[in-house]
């Protein structure tokens, strides 16, 4: 018990580091979507030490929690953090975040047993206890080092036969914070991280939404994709889908917000909302790698941006839409699964 105690503290140091980092939100940002890029930058901070200690073999789930116990008493003592306050909420912001949470509360009440349902939410799911019992992320061979591979041993489809020990298959970020999970909460906050996340993913693309279109509009176009089958069932496995999706749109939404104005008064468009954006979208490469597809065509968008403040920038960064498009051509030729 105290273990898995200890083991929860880097779930709620994540919006306290996210929030820190990101400064002042306010201006271009509804505030409905601030607790989505809180969560989306503390878990990219919190993703080094995580991932470091495993490739270390020195993870241990209870001391990145603990950590994250004495990361938020030291920000709170230091006065970085104020008090928490409840945001102003308008009748559309309230009808996506209820609809939101009832498709959120559908998925957790039927989630899918990962060990049974699939190879691939298998496998993370395998690989996440895996990691929360041994710290590491690769696999030792049953047999001494110093021996060879026994004729005839097939390994399971999940596992490569590397040297010096096998490697799994997929990213290692997303079985870590499942790993975490899996250590502070058990099977069943394993099974039910993806519709935690789901929440503030579908709110931040909702804020997304709003800067385009009405605001009516994007909660009812938000309420019918929470309650899409596809992104229902998405969210009751263990798959890397929900996380890439979280941090995409938050990027997504930090770039068109500081792209928003090309001079922004003083304290509303913050310099760093650029930066913590290549980085979210960056990241999203480490949880699928089809995430690439979205860097040629964020390029694009900050070249259009750079046309109208810079024409020439512009045309040398985006060349008339050539290059995001080679890019992505490219990326599909490398891994032919992308569509």
């Not at 945001?87 to 060990?115: C, E, K, N, W």
């Not at 990027?251 to 468009?269: F, N, S, V």
């Not at 760093?272 to 065509?297: E, F, K, N």
Request: charge should be positive.
């Amino acid at each position: 018990m105290i273990a898995a105690i200890a083991g929860a503290g880097v779930f709620f140091a994540v919006p306290v580091v996210g929030r820190v980092a990101l400064g002042p939100l306010r201006g271009l940002l509804p505030a409905i979507a601030r607790p989505s890029l809180w969560v989306a930058v503390g878990a990219a901070i919190w993703s080094a030490p995580l991932l470091g200690s495993l490739a270390l073999g020195i993870y241990r789930p209870e001391y990145i929690g603990a950590a994250g116990w004495l990361t938020i008493v030291v920000l709170v003592a230091a006065g970085r953090v104020g008090r928490p306050r409840l945001p102003r909420l308008s009748g559309a912001d309230r009808f996506a975040l209820i609809g939101i949470l009832l498709a959120a509360l559908l998925a957790a009440a039927f989630t899918a047993d990962p060990f049974t349902t699939g190879t691939d939410m298998g496998t993370y799911a395998s690989h996440a206890v895996y990691m929360a019992n041994h710290g590491r992320l690769d696999v030792p061979y049953p047999w001494p080092l110093h021996e060879s591979v026994p004729p005839g041993f097939i390994a399971p489809g999940n596992l490569y036969l590397t040297q010096p020990a096998m490697t799994v298959r997929f990213s290692n970020l997303w079985p870590a914070w499942l790993a975490q999970t899996y250590a502070a909460t058990g099977y069943e906050g394993l099974a039910r991280l993806n519709v935690v996340i789901g929440v503030f993913s579908l709110l931040a693309v909702y804020a997304l939404a709003r800067r385009f279109v009405n605001a009516r509009l994007a909660a009812l176009v938000i309420v019918f994709l929470a309650f899409n089958p596809a992104q229902i069932w998405t969210a009751r496995q263990t798959l890397s889908e929900i996380p890439t999706q979280l941090v995409i749109w938050c990027g997504l939404l930090l770039l068109t917000a500081y792209l928003g104005k090309a001079r922004p008064p003083p304290g509303q468009t913050q310099p760093r909302w650029g930066l913590w954006a290549g980085i979210l979208i960056g990241l999203s490469a480490l949880l699928r790698i089809d995430a690439l597809l979205v860097v040629p065509r964020a390029l694009e968008c900050a070249a259009s941006h750079s046309r109208q403040s810079a024409p020439r920038l512009g045309r040398r960064v985006s060349g008339r839409g050539a290059g995001p498009t080679g890019i992505t051509r490219l990326l599909r030729g490398f891994q032919p699964s992308i569509r």
